[in-house]
C-alpha cells in the first residue's frame, strides 16, 4: 500500500509517495556506525547537497533561480556556493520537510518557488 502525502511550502503544494531514495554510506565499525554525506557540489544547476532525515540520506538541488532568490531577498554573495552557505539552515530544513512529505524526485529539486 503507497502512501500519499501533500504539503504545502510557502506558496508551492507538492505531493509525492513514501519512497527514499539512500545515498549515504553507512560504514559499521564494532559497535560504532558513521555516515559519510558528501560536501555540497556546484553544478550547472545549481547545488546539489544531501540531507539526512530518519537516518536516511535524500540527494538534494536546489536550483540556481531558487538560489539568485534568495540572494535577491535577503542579500549575499553571488557565488552560488556562498549563497548555499549562507543559507544553509533555511535550504536544509525546506529538503526535510519535502522529504518527510514524500515527494519524489532524485535529486529532489528546490526551486524559488519553495522560498517564497
Same mark, same amino acid.
Given at each position: 500500500m503507497a502512501l500519499s502525502t501533500i504539503v504545502t511550502i510557502g506558496n508551492v503544494r507538492?505531493?509525492?509517495s513514501g519512497s527514499l531514495a539512500a545515498t549515504t554510506e553507512n560504514n559499521i565499525e564494532g559497535d560504532r556506525m558513521s555516515r559519510t554525506i558528501a560536501e555540497p557540489r =556546484?553544478?550547472?544547476d545549481g547545488v546539489t547537497f544531501t540531507v539526512e532525515v530518519g537516518f536516511i540520506g535524500r540527494e538534494c538541488l536546489v536550483s540556481k533561480n531558487a538560489l539568485a532568490h534568495l540572494r535577491r531577498k535577503k542579500g549575499g554573495q553571488s557565488d552560488p556556493l556562498a549563497t548555499y552557505r549562507s543559507f544553509e539552515d533555511e535550504i536544509h530544513? =525546506?529538503?526535510r520537510r519535502l522529504v518527510v512529505a514524500g515527494?519524489?524526485?532524485t535529486?529532489?529539486?528546490l526551486g524559488a518557488a519553495y522560498f517564497v
Amino acid at each position: 500500500m503507497a502512501l500519499s502525502t501533500i504539503v504545502t511550502i510557502g506558496n508551492v503544494r507538492a505531493a509525492g509517495s513514501g519512497s527514499l531514495a539512500a545515498t549515504t554510506e553507512n560504514n559499521i565499525e564494532g559497535d560504532r556506525m558513521s555516515r559519510t554525506i558528501a560536501e555540497p557540489r =556546484v553544478g550547472e544547476d545549481g547545488v546539489t547537497f544531501t540531507v539526512e532525515v530518519g537516518f536516511i540520506g535524500r540527494e538534494c538541488l536546489v536550483s540556481k533561480n531558487a538560489l539568485a532568490h534568495l540572494r535577491r531577498k535577503k542579500g549575499g554573495q553571488s557565488d552560488p556556493l556562498a549563497t548555499y552557505r549562507s543559507f544553509e539552515d533555511e535550504i536544509h530544513s =525546506v529538503a526535510r520537510r519535502l522529504v518527510v512529505a514524500g515527494v519524489s524526485g532524485t535529486p529532489l529539486v528546490l526551486g524559488a518557488a519553495y522560498f517564497v
